[in-house]
Protein backbone atom coordinates (compact mmCIF):
# COMPACT_ATOMS: atom_id res chain seq x y z
CA UNK A 1 0.00 0.00 0.00
CA UNK A 2 0.95 3.70 -0.71
CA UNK A 3 1.18 6.42 1.77
CA UNK A 4 -1.69 7.48 3.75
CA UNK A 5 -3.48 10.46 1.18
CA UNK A 6 -3.48 14.04 3.28
CA UNK A 7 -6.78 15.54 3.59
CA UNK A 8 -9.44 18.34 4.34
CA UNK A 9 -12.73 17.02 6.31
CA UNK A 10 -15.97 18.03 7.31
CA UNK A 11 -19.30 16.28 8.97
CA UNK A 12 -21.99 18.05 10.57
CA UNK A 13 -26.01 16.81 11.25
CA UNK A 14 -28.90 18.81 10.95
CA UNK A 15 -32.40 18.11 12.86
CA UNK A 16 -34.35 19.46 9.37
CA UNK A 17 -37.72 21.16 9.26
CA UNK A 18 -39.71 18.22 10.53
CA UNK A 19 -38.49 15.85 13.32
CA UNK A 20 -38.92 16.77 16.86
CA UNK A 21 -35.34 15.16 17.57
CA UNK A 22 -32.11 14.69 15.67
CA UNK A 23 -31.26 10.57 15.76
CA UNK A 24 -28.54 10.99 13.51
CA UNK A 25 -24.92 10.75 14.38
CA UNK A 26 -21.60 11.32 12.26
CA UNK A 27 -17.88 11.22 12.90
CA UNK A 28 -14.39 11.57 10.93
CA UNK A 29 -11.70 10.09 12.74
CA UNK A 30 -7.67 9.84 11.96
CA UNK A 31 -5.81 7.09 13.92
CA UNK A 32 -1.99 7.38 15.15
CA UNK A 33 -0.86 6.13 11.31
CA UNK A 34 -2.73 8.95 9.55
CA UNK A 35 -6.22 6.34 8.76
CA UNK A 36 -9.25 7.94 8.22
CA UNK A 37 -12.56 6.75 9.06
CA UNK A 38 -15.42 8.26 8.09
CA UNK A 39 -18.66 7.24 9.73
CA UNK A 40 -22.51 7.88 9.69
CA UNK A 41 -25.42 6.12 11.22
CA UNK A 42 -28.79 7.08 11.43
CA UNK A 43 -31.22 6.00 14.42
CA UNK A 44 -34.37 4.37 13.42
CA UNK A 45 -37.05 7.07 13.05
CA UNK A 46 -39.99 6.28 15.24
CA UNK A 47 -38.41 4.11 17.51
CA UNK A 48 -37.41 4.29 21.29
CA UNK A 49 -34.01 5.47 21.61
CA UNK A 50 -33.23 5.55 17.97
CA UNK A 51 -30.80 8.87 18.86
CA UNK A 52 -29.21 6.63 21.70
CA UNK A 53 -28.45 3.60 18.82
CA UNK A 54 -26.80 6.23 16.58
CA UNK A 55 -24.48 7.84 19.39
CA UNK A 56 -23.31 4.75 21.09
CA UNK A 57 -22.78 2.81 18.03
CA UNK A 58 -20.41 6.18 16.65
CA UNK A 59 -19.28 5.95 19.79
CA UNK A 60 -17.62 2.63 20.42
CA UNK A 61 -16.43 2.33 16.54
CA UNK A 62 -14.45 5.49 16.66
CA UNK A 63 -13.22 5.32 20.66
CA UNK A 64 -11.74 1.59 19.30
CA UNK A 65 -10.33 3.06 16.07
CA UNK A 66 -8.10 6.17 17.83
CA UNK A 67 -6.62 2.91 19.47
CA UNK A 68 -6.13 1.10 16.52
CA UNK A 69 -2.66 1.28 15.62
CA UNK A 70 -2.15 0.01 12.29
CA UNK A 71 -3.95 -2.20 9.65
CA UNK A 72 -1.28 -4.41 7.90
CA UNK A 73 -3.48 -5.35 5.03
CA UNK A 74 -6.95 -4.29 3.53
CA UNK A 75 -8.51 -7.77 4.46
CA UNK A 76 -7.56 -7.54 8.05
CA UNK A 77 -8.75 -3.70 7.94
CA UNK A 78 -11.99 -5.31 6.60
CA UNK A 79 -11.86 -7.89 9.40
CA UNK A 80 -11.58 -5.38 12.22
CA UNK A 81 -14.51 -3.26 10.84
CA UNK A 82 -16.57 -6.27 10.68
CA UNK A 83 -15.68 -7.32 13.41
CA UNK A 84 -16.38 -3.81 15.59
CA UNK A 85 -19.52 -3.31 13.91
CA UNK A 86 -20.31 -6.58 15.83
CA UNK A 87 -19.16 -5.30 18.88
CA UNK A 88 -22.10 -2.06 18.59
CA UNK A 89 -24.29 -4.60 17.51
CA UNK A 90 -24.27 -6.52 20.60
CA UNK A 91 -24.08 -3.36 22.90
CA UNK A 92 -27.45 -1.86 21.09
CA UNK A 93 -29.43 -5.29 21.27
CA UNK A 94 -28.16 -6.52 24.88
CA UNK A 95 -29.42 -3.53 26.08
CA UNK A 96 -32.60 -3.55 25.05
CA UNK A 97 -33.57 -6.39 27.24
CA UNK A 98 -31.89 -4.85 30.44
CA UNK A 99 -34.02 -1.97 29.94
CA UNK A 100 -37.90 -1.95 28.62
CA UNK A 101 -37.29 1.68 27.47
CA UNK A 102 -34.88 0.73 24.74
CA UNK A 103 -36.76 -1.44 23.00
CA UNK A 104 -36.82 -1.38 19.22
CA UNK A 105 -34.24 1.11 18.88
CA UNK A 106 -31.79 0.20 15.98
CA UNK A 107 -29.57 2.33 13.54
CA UNK A 108 -28.19 2.42 10.25
CA UNK A 109 -24.61 2.69 10.22
CA UNK A 110 -21.85 3.21 7.23
CA UNK A 111 -18.25 3.51 6.94
CA UNK A 112 -15.24 4.09 5.06
CA UNK A 113 -11.61 3.59 5.95
CA UNK A 114 -9.14 5.24 3.77
CA UNK A 115 -5.81 2.96 4.18
CA UNK A 116 -3.60 4.17 1.26
CA UNK A 117 -4.84 3.32 -2.07
CA UNK A 118 -7.32 1.06 -1.29
CA UNK A 119 -10.94 1.92 0.33
CA UNK A 120 -12.61 -0.71 3.01
CA UNK A 121 -16.16 0.28 2.93
CA UNK A 122 -18.77 -1.33 5.20
CA UNK A 123 -22.60 -0.66 4.96
CA UNK A 124 -25.96 -1.66 6.92
CA UNK A 125 -29.39 -0.12 6.48
CA UNK A 126 -29.72 2.77 3.84
CA UNK A 127 -27.19 5.59 4.83
CA UNK A 128 -24.96 5.78 1.79
CA UNK A 129 -21.15 6.13 0.62
CA UNK A 130 -20.15 7.81 -2.71
CA UNK A 131 -17.11 8.64 -4.34
CA UNK A 132 -16.73 11.57 -6.95
CA UNK A 133 -15.18 9.77 -9.68
CA UNK A 134 -15.34 10.50 -13.22
CA UNK A 135 -17.39 13.12 -13.22
CA UNK A 136 -19.91 11.82 -11.69
CA UNK A 137 -21.33 10.60 -8.27
CA UNK A 138 -20.99 6.95 -7.82
CA UNK A 139 -22.93 5.18 -5.37
CA UNK A 140 -20.68 2.32 -3.84
CA UNK A 141 -23.20 1.13 -0.93
CA UNK A 142 -26.11 -0.76 -1.62
CA UNK A 143 -30.04 0.13 0.16
CA UNK A 144 -30.65 -2.78 2.37
CA UNK A 145 -34.39 -1.31 2.09
CA UNK A 146 -37.44 -3.81 1.59
CA UNK A 147 -38.23 -1.55 -1.30
CA UNK A 148 -34.59 -1.94 -3.02
CA UNK A 149 -35.24 -5.42 -2.96
CA UNK A 150 -38.34 -5.21 -4.94
CA UNK A 151 -36.47 -2.79 -7.39
CA UNK A 152 -33.77 -5.85 -7.90
CA UNK A 153 -36.10 -8.88 -7.59
CA UNK A 154 -37.66 -6.47 -10.73
CA UNK A 155 -41.46 -6.35 -9.21
CA UNK A 156 -41.56 -2.40 -9.03
CA UNK A 157 -39.45 0.00 -11.39
CA UNK A 158 -36.27 2.16 -9.77
CA UNK A 159 -39.57 5.59 -10.65
CA UNK A 160 -41.82 3.57 -8.96
CA UNK A 161 -39.71 3.07 -5.70
CA UNK A 162 -39.27 6.67 -5.31
CA UNK A 163 -42.82 7.50 -4.16
CA UNK A 164 -43.24 4.02 -2.70
CA UNK A 165 -45.21 3.62 1.01
CA UNK A 166 -42.69 0.96 2.48
CA UNK A 167 -39.83 2.74 0.86
CA UNK A 168 -38.51 4.04 4.34
CA UNK A 169 -38.54 0.10 5.69
CA UNK A 170 -35.13 -1.45 6.60
CA UNK A 171 -34.22 -5.22 6.40
CA UNK A 172 -31.05 -4.81 8.12
CA UNK A 173 -29.75 -2.23 10.90
CA UNK A 174 -27.70 -2.42 14.11
CA UNK A 175 -29.31 -3.61 16.72
CA UNK A 176 -32.09 -5.35 15.46
CA UNK A 177 -31.03 -8.85 15.44
CA UNK A 178 -28.88 -10.44 18.15
CA UNK A 179 -26.46 -11.45 15.02
CA UNK A 180 -25.37 -8.87 12.18
CA UNK A 181 -24.82 -9.39 8.53
CA UNK A 182 -22.87 -6.50 6.75
CA UNK A 183 -22.02 -5.21 3.48
CA UNK A 184 -17.88 -4.79 3.19
CA UNK A 185 -15.96 -3.80 -0.19
CA UNK A 186 -12.59 -3.31 -0.44
CA UNK A 187 -11.92 -1.37 -3.30
CA UNK A 188 -9.44 1.11 -5.05
CA UNK A 189 -8.50 4.46 -4.48
CA UNK A 190 -6.69 7.31 -6.24
CA UNK A 191 -7.69 10.24 -3.49
CA UNK A 192 -11.14 10.48 -4.98
CA UNK A 193 -13.70 13.18 -2.71
CA UNK A 194 -15.68 10.89 -0.73
CA UNK A 195 -19.50 11.65 0.97
CA UNK A 196 -21.43 10.02 3.43
CA UNK A 197 -25.12 10.87 3.89
CA UNK A 198 -28.09 9.85 5.44
CA UNK A 199 -31.25 9.38 3.82
CA UNK A 200 -31.95 13.35 4.54
CA UNK A 201 -29.65 14.74 2.21
CA UNK A 202 -30.92 12.18 -0.89
CA UNK A 203 -34.61 12.19 -0.12
CA UNK A 204 -34.07 15.83 -0.32
CA UNK A 205 -31.35 16.42 -3.37
CA UNK A 206 -30.46 15.17 -6.35
CA UNK A 207 -27.27 13.44 -6.92
CA UNK A 208 -26.48 15.49 -9.76
CA UNK A 209 -27.08 18.41 -7.34
CA UNK A 210 -24.80 16.91 -4.61
CA UNK A 211 -22.44 16.97 -7.41
CA UNK A 212 -22.54 20.47 -8.19
CA UNK A 213 -22.44 21.33 -4.71
CA UNK A 214 -18.91 19.11 -4.57
CA UNK A 215 -17.82 20.46 -7.54
CA UNK A 216 -17.85 24.17 -6.39
CA UNK A 217 -14.91 25.98 -5.66
CA UNK A 218 -15.54 26.97 -1.84
CA UNK A 219 -14.49 25.34 1.42
CA UNK A 220 -14.94 22.15 2.67
CA UNK A 221 -17.48 23.54 5.20
CA UNK A 222 -19.08 25.42 2.90
CA UNK A 223 -19.79 22.42 1.03
CA UNK A 224 -21.30 20.32 3.70
CA UNK A 225 -24.05 23.56 4.55
CA UNK A 226 -24.40 24.18 1.55
CA UNK A 227 -25.68 20.96 0.99
CA UNK A 228 -27.49 20.75 4.54
CA UNK A 229 -29.28 23.96 3.13
CA UNK A 230 -30.52 22.65 0.24
CA UNK A 231 -32.01 19.81 1.53
CA UNK A 232 -34.15 21.76 4.36
CA UNK A 233 -35.03 24.02 1.85
CA UNK A 234 -36.48 20.94 -0.35
CA UNK A 235 -38.50 20.65 2.45
CA UNK A 236 -35.90 19.00 5.21
CA UNK A 237 -38.19 16.18 5.83
CA UNK A 238 -35.53 14.09 7.94
CA UNK A 239 -32.69 14.64 9.83
CA UNK A 240 -30.00 15.62 7.40
CA UNK A 241 -26.33 14.50 8.12
CA UNK A 242 -23.13 14.70 5.76
CA UNK A 243 -19.20 13.42 6.22
CA UNK A 244 -17.36 14.98 3.52
CA UNK A 245 -13.43 13.93 2.81
CA UNK A 246 -10.93 16.08 -0.15
CA UNK A 247 -7.43 14.70 -0.62
CA UNK A 248 -5.27 17.76 -0.66
CA UNK A 249 -3.75 17.39 -4.05
Same mark, same amino acid.
Given at each position: ??????? *?????? #? /??????????? &? !???? *????????????????????????????? /?? $????????????????????????? /?? @?? &???????????????? &???????????????? *???? +???? /???????????? #?????????????? $??????? =???? =???? @????????? +???????????????????????????? #??? @??????????? !?????? +???????????? &?????????
Amino acid at each position: MKNNYRG *NYCYRT #D /IGKVRRTNEDE &T !KIVI *NSNGNALLIVADGMGGHNKGDYASFETVR /II $SEAFKDKKTFLTPQLAAKWLKNIAK /IA @NS &TIYNLQDQDVTYKGMG &TTLSMVLILGNKLVAL *NCGD +SRIY /IKRNDKLEQLSE #DQTYVNFLVKSGQI $SEEEALT =HPER =HVLT @NAIGIFPSL +SVDIKILNYTGESIILCSDGLYNNVREK #DIF @NVLNMNIPISD !KVQSLI +SLANFNGGSDNI &TVALWETIK
